[in-house]
């Protein structure tokens, strides 16, 4: 899965959890990292803060502001979505689907920020 897809899918599983109870910290902690990230860009924050309540309509946009400020490079941030996505989703965590997947030659990732499951596909 790619990071900005990670990304996206802990964000609507922090919002529905939001929505049914107390907002969980993990899903907290996501939201804080990305509005840093997009930080003195009102309308970003705004598109952040619309999502959770209408994931389908503001997705699109949401996505292309997190590739915009980089945040889908950014190993704290995609660290955070793969803890969330752990917590509200543990079978499919443990099944791989939120891991990495390098399909190409790409500089920057540095660690190991999919718990050991970064498979490496260059071509």
Same mark, same amino acid.
């Given at each position: 899965m790619e990071p900005i897809s990670i990304i996206l899918a802990a964000l609507v599983?922090?919002?529905?959890? &939001?929505? $049914?109870?107390? &907002?969980?910290?993990?899903?907290?902690?996501?939201? &804080?990292? *990305? #509005?840093? #990230?997009?930080?003195?860009?009102?309308?970003?924050e705004m598109i952040l803060e619309e999502h959770e309540t209408d994931p389908e309509i503001y997705e699109a946009p949401l996505k292309k502001k997190l590739v915009e400020s980089g945040a889908d490079k950014d190993q704290e941030i995609i660290k955070a979505a793969q803890k969330l996505l752990k917590e509200e989703k543990p079978e499919e965590s443990a099944a791989g689907k939120f891991s990495i @997947? /390098? &399909?190409?030659?790409?500089?920057?990732? /540095? $660690?190991? *920020? @999919?718990?050991g499951n970064i498979d490496q596909n260059i071509s």
């Open positions: 599983a922090g919002a529905a959890k &939001a929505a $049914g109870d107390a &907002a969980p910290d993990a899903y907290q902690g996501l939201k &804080a990292l *990305i #509005k840093r #990230k997009f930080a003195g860009e009102p309308k970003a @997947s /390098v &399909a190409r030659d790409i500089k920057g990732i /540095v $660690g190991d *920020i @999919s718990g």
